[in-house]
């Protein structure tokens, strides 16, 4: 859609089409930011990106950038509201209000919007033919490919974009689900389900660290979820053998979490372990952290702690760990990690290398970035590249 508006402000006299799939176009948007959309991050750059060349992302962050997004936005009536980490939403807090207005400047612009689940493309001399499930024909002179990748299908996007590069000779590097939940066994977390906690995540394969992020953690009945599981979770795809760790003091060093559980063990010794987390951790993780220091009943009294088990349980805090078995799939993640190859496109232009008049823009790239607003920014800002350099040349 961002491709579309661009084209039209570039030129007003273009014919400008959207092909969409789905009942209705944007569809996806509805659901980002759990309902309120945030649709770009105050402090995106290359570094929020990740792909085989994450520098592909450079020129069209340059060209439109944050400013451009929040101006853009504003001009079509979504005034911004920033929250933490630099996150923007609609100040309106509606998901609505930003595919309202692309859809109002669409009609604004005299874009048309065909539903069509476009299946085939071919090159001709003049443009592209392309061919709709219905057996419908169309004939454009440029082509703008932003059918995302494959996550959440029921939103859209289901890799189908991705057969229509395929059949231009594009290539696509392997797929994966990414901002996605991460999987464990199931004993132990599914005792802990529903509990939020602030912590710093690490990602582990035989010992050697792949990522950590800190933030909001969620227990859930299959695994772990909230933003740093989301964003670490593009180490796990396709790896075996992870862990990942959770330091639930991240605030203070393993010699200051001792004698702050050594503080406690003489100031509660008339308690018993039932009790002894209870203000310092979730009392449910406190009795898991018991429990994996050795202490078999939480009827133990708290003045039966020695220095032994303090240090198994500081250390517990800092590092509970929990074997990651994979990612959920496709159908819960918020992104696609892998597709086209970068490398076939102008970084400057987003038109390929391989088939004049062919332009992508946003997830289907082999680019994704982190959660937090960065994704959408990698859309607005490739699609309205996309989008101007298409309806100029
Ligand atoms: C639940 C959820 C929450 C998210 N929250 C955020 C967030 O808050 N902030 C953020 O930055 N990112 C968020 N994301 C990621 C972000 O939504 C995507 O990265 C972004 O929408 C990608 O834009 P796109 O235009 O490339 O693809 P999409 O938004 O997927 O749009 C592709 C469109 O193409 C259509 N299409 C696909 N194939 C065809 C075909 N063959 N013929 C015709 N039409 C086709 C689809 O129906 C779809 O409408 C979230 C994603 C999900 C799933």
């Known amino acids: 859609m961002a491709a579309a508006v661009e084209a039209g402000y570039t030129d007003p006299s273009a014919d400008i089409t959207v092909y969409e799939r789905m009942d209705r176009v944007g569809k996806k948007l509805l659901a980002t930011g759990n309902g309120r959309c945030n649709y770009t991050n105050l402090n995106a750059d290359v570094r929020n990106y990740y792909g085989r060349m994450p520098s592909f992302v450079k020129s069209a962050l340059e060209r439109y950038g944050i400013n451009d997004t929040v101006n853009f936005f504003n001009n079509i009536g979504v005034f911004p509201r920033e929250e933490e980490r630099g996150k923007l939403y609609p100040f309106s807090g509606q998901a609505s209000a930003v595919l309202d207005a692309l859809r109002n400047e669409l009609a604004r612009l005299g874009v048309n ?7 085939s493309v071919s090159k001709t001399k003049k443009g592209f033919r392309l061919t709709d499930r219905a057996g419908s024909g169309y004939f454009c002179g440029r082509l703008i490919i932003a059918a995302g990748g494959c996550a959440s299908p029921s939103l859209g996007s289901n890799g189908s974009g991705f ?6 000779g594009h290539h696509i590097t392997e797929l994966h689900p990414a901002l996605v939940q991460l999987k464990t066994p199931t004993d132990e977390v599914k005792s802990l389900q529903g509990i939020k906690t602030e912590g710093m995540l690490t990602l582990l394969s ?11 953690i969620l ?3 299959y695994g772990l979820s909230g933003p740093p ?6 180490f796990a795809a396709g790896r075996k053998g992870l862990t990942a760790a959770i330091d639930l003091m991240s605030e203070y060093p393993l010699r200051n979490v001792y004698d702050i559980l050594e503080n406690r063990a003489q100031a509660l010794s008339h308690l018993t372990m039932e009790s002894y987390f ?6 449910r993780i406190g009795n898991i952290i018991a429990r994996r220091a050795g202490i078999e009943k939480l009827s133990l009294p708290v003045k039966a702690l020695d220095k032994e088990l303090l240090w198994k349980m500081a250390s517990l805090i800092k590092q509970l760990s929990f074997e990651v078995t994979g990612t959920k799939g496709f159908a819960n993640a918020q992104v696609t ?3 086209v190859f970068t490398s076939e496109f102008s970084p400057d232009t987003m038109e390929s290398k391989l088939c004049s008049g062919l332009y992508c823009a946003g997830e289907i790239y082999d680019i994704y970035g982190d959660c937090g607003g960065y994704n959408l920014q990698w859309a607005w800002s490739s699609g309205r590249l996309a989008g101007r350099c298409a309806a100029e040349k």
């Open 229 to 234: 599981v989301f964003n670490l979770s593009v």
């Open 278 to 283: 209870t203000g310092l951790v979730n009392k």
């Open 206 to 216: 035989e010992n050697k660290v792949l990522g950590s992020d800190s933030g909001e």
């Open 163 to 168: 057969d229509l590069l395929r059949s231009l």
């Open 113 to 119: 919007i065909v539903n069509a689940d476009i299946c």
């Open 219 to 221: 227990f859930t009945d």
């Open 337 to 339: 990690a892998g597709g």
